[in-house]
């Protein structure tokens, strides 16, 4: 009866295992014996092997007489894996199909205004204007990289990408806020030239018109890639211990979508100061130094809006541990017969995928497949890590020093 029940577990497991896309999410745990040979040809199915070993091992070294208590939680827990994989799998592809909408319909709508703030820019002779047209091509920019990070990052893992795609959303945002950055050096530069030089004319009702038809469509833009949730798109600062489970990988923690929005949030501010900019021109024509200065004030906050992005973005390139994981050594030593963690590793691969990997040492007597269980589940629960890998040693006897 109980070689017939481990057989359905396993039978089950192999299943789950089978259909995960890339083995994202899992809990890779390692023990220190050995690996066959062919467990360390087959990079792609390590991922599956390590998952099916942690929960399965137990059941599978039952003694004749019985499957012993311990086997018998292990069991329920390799059985609740199924709802948890399935969760995880449902929710990013949800993710996805969410984000990927609202990008092309942020795409649509900055291309068709580009062209005609660009136009009006032009036939009023506004620097501001033209510098919010350029924004807008700027964000139009971003998003098509964002489009297309997303549908990179989807991809399942290789033997030569075992990581997946992860970081392609992440090198997506790196690019688009150098774009950014590099745009609005261009335009202040252009503002202090026609500060300096004041040989200029400004039509300041085609400007009116213009900047007050940028406001509502940088509003409609910002409503359309707005994030559920109170973060607003600003999940980056919020330490990944702080982040349920049942919310990761939602549409309020999707990379692409918050490069977006921040560039979007960015222009809509400057467009209000360009509207404000066009109303004291419109009706105080000697006041038209106001359209350089705005384009200088509000190009320092565009720079200031992406700062807090590209410090992220920076991190996760020089593979920084994510924040609030601060106490992850004191956590693993709190776990019972554990007496010393070495080679602790903390690293993400984007901004809602942190994963962790540790070498502990236990007593010479105490059961590995319980601590490592304990250890798991506790990392899990505690921070939220999406992938976990734990090396086990004994400590040595006296003898064998």
């Not at 599956?48 to 292990?74: A, F, H, K, N």
């Not at 940028?214 to 707005?226: E, G, K, S």
């Not at 999940?235 to 490069?259: E, F």
Request: aromatic content about 6%; overall charge neutral.
């Amino acid at each position: 009866m109980s070689h017939h029940h481990n057989r359905n577990v396993v039978s089950k497991l192999s299943q789950i295992t089978r259909v995960r896309t890339g083995g994202r999410f899992s809990s890779c745990i390692s023990t220190s014996k050995a690996k066959t040979p062919e467990s360390m040809d087959s990079p792609s199915d390590s991922e599956t092997q390590l998952l099916v070993e942690t929960y399965l091992e137990p059941l599978t070294r039952s003694s004749p007489t019985g499957i012993r208590d311990s086997d018998l939680e292990l069991s329920e827990d390799a059985c609740s894996v199924e709802q948890e994989l399935s969760d995880v799998l449902k929710s990013e592809n949800k993710t996805r199909r969410v984000a990927r909408r609202k990008l092309l319909i942020a795409c649509a709508v900055s291309l068709v205004f580009m062209t005609g703030e660009a136009i009006g820019g032009y036939a009023a002779h506004s620097l501001a204007i033209m510098t919010d047209a350029t924004h807008l091509l700027t964000d139009f920019g971003s998003i098509v990289i964002s489009i297309f990070s997303l549908e990179v990052s989807s991809r399942p893992q290789t033997q030569t990408m075992t990581f997946g795609w992860y970081r392609a959303e992440i090198l997506g945002m790196f690019l688009s806020i150098v774009s950014v950055w590099a745009v609005t050096v261009v335009l202040v530069f252009s503002a202090v030239q026609r500060i300096a030089e004041g040989d200029y004319d400004i039509d300041g009702q085609i400007m009116l018109v213009t900047s007050a038809c940028a406001v509502v469509v940088n509003v409609l833009m910002v409503l359309i890639l707005h994030q559920s949730g109170a973060s607003h798109g600003h999940n980056h600062g919020v330490p990944v211990a702080q982040r349920d489970k049942r919310t990761r990988g939602r549409c309020h923690s999707n990379a692409s979508v918050k490069a977006a929005f921040v560039h979007v949030l960015g222009d809509l501010l400057q467009s209000v100061g360009v509207l404000l900019a066009a109303g004291i021109i419109h009706f105080w024509p000697e006041y038209k130094v106001a359209d350089p200065i705005c384009t200088f004030l509000f190009s320092v906050v565009v720079v200031g809006t992406t700062l807090p992005v590209a410090k992220e973005v920076f991190r996760i390139l020089m593979e920084g541990a994510p924040q609030g994981v601060g106490s992850v050594r004191e956590q693993l030593l709190s776990v019972g017969k554990v007496k010393a963690v070495n080679g602790l590793h903390t690293w993400s691969l984007n901004m809602d995928h942190s994963l962790l990997s540790a070498h502990i040492t236990i007593d010479e007597d105490a059961d590995s497949q319980i601590i490592l269980r304990k250890a798991t589940k506790l990392l899990r629960s505690k921070f939220g890590f999406s992938s976990i890998t734990i090396q086990v040693e004994r400590c040595k006897t006296s003898s064998e020093r």
